[in-house]
């Protein structure tokens, strides 16, 4: 099991109720941990609409996680 911090915005905030929370995961990609959240919150954007950043760097959905890793999903941007 990996401790991930994770971090949430827009959308994604609004349907996990939290902005930030740390989850143990068995997941060992970013895609694998985007499916466990999207099982547990109902997540409604396909990842990829999305973007990723792991410990602060965009990065690609398939990269591997590692214990203490950063993991924000950021949705599009919208408003005018």
Known sequence: ?????L???AQLQDEAGRAHEI???QALT???L???LRNAYG???EPACMRVAINAAFAPWEQSLA???HVACIP???GG
């Open 1 to 5: 099991m990996l401790n991930i911090e």
């Open 7 to 9: 971090q949430y915005f």
């Open 23 to 25: 989850r143990q995961t």
């Open 30 to 32: 970013a895609t694998a």
């Open 34 to 36: 985007y499916d466990e």
């Open 43 to 45: 997540f409604a954007l």
């Open 67 to 69: 214990e203490g890793d």
């Open 76 to 78: 599009p941007a919208t």
